[in-house]
T-cell receptor
Framework: EDQVTQSPEALRLQEGESSSLNCSYT??????LFWYRQDPGKGPEFLFT???AGEEKEKERLKATLTKKESFLHITAPKPEDSATYLC???????????FGTGTRLQVFP | ETGVTQSPTHLIKTRGQQVTLRCSSQ?????VSWYQQALGQGPQFIFQ???????GRGNFPPRFSGLQFPNYSSELNVNALELDDSALYLC???????????FGQGTRLTVV
């Protein structure tokens, strides 16, 4: 069964304290792995799509990496405005649906 | 701004009633997917529409149904509402087999 597990469930960081969020997945053929940011009560905001193992993408303080079994979202020198829930999703081959994890709630304190 | 708009933003319904949620997809996108997100959970796939036809469905009962219109906008209908249907309902637009899906802000449905 296709499945996504994210860890940790919650993460509290001091401003400037870098860290990583993990997304482990099992899927019968990966078309793409997605990262989204979600603020409370809002829809997910698209961050990255990764297609193959070894791929990396960056956007401001965020960097996403992909291996055959997991993806990491690295946050460098986070700011309070980075506080949000970060969702990981996989899209298997032969389907257009996204399978989401339960997310990591990130809080960054000044 | 993603360009995907949903209405209404909030809705309160009574158990047993029916509800219709609406979504306008991003310009140029021909595929609309609907997701249900319970509090503290990740979004769960309900179904997808492409060219006005259902193109995949998740583990949701038949009382969840949908439509897609020629302009690619979409509706989600839920009959015989249950308390567990209370959730944030999200619409995502994309190109078929595209690798970027953009979400709307969601409709918060509360069933009492």
């Amino acid at each position: 069964e296709d499945q996504v597990t994210q860890s940790p469930e919650a993460l509290r960081l001091q401003e400037g304290e870098s860290s990583s969020l993990n997304c482990s997945y099992t899927v019968s053929g990966l078309r793409g792995l997605f990262w989204y940011r979600q603020d409370p009560g809002k829809g997910p905001e698209f961050l990255f799509t990764l297609y193959s193992a070894g791929e990396e993408k960056e956007k401001e303080r965020l960097k996403a990496t992909l291996t055959k079994k997991e993806s990491f979202l690295h946050i460098t020198a986070p700011k309070p405005e980075d506080s949000a829930t970060y969702l990981c999703a996989v899209q298997p081959y032969n389907t257009d649906k996204l399978i989401f994890g339960t997310g990591t709630r990130l809080q960054v304190f000044p | 701004e993603t360009g995907v708009t949903q209405s209404p933003t909030h809705l309160i319904k009574t158990r047993g009633q029916q509800v219709t949620l609406r979504c306008s997809s991003q310009s140029g996108h021909n595929t609309v997917s609907w997701y249900q997100q319970a509090l503290g959970q990740g979004p769960q796939f309900i179904f997808q529409y492409y060219r006005e036809e259902e193109n995949g469905r998740g583990n949701f009962p038949p009382r969840f149904s949908g439509l897609q219109f020629p302009n690619y906008s979409s509706e989600l209908n839920v009959n015989a509402l249950e308390l567990d249907d209370s959730a944030l309902y999200l619409c995502a637009s994309s190109l078929l087999q595209g690798l970027e899906a953009f979400f709307g802000q969601g409709t918060r449905l509360t069933v009492v």
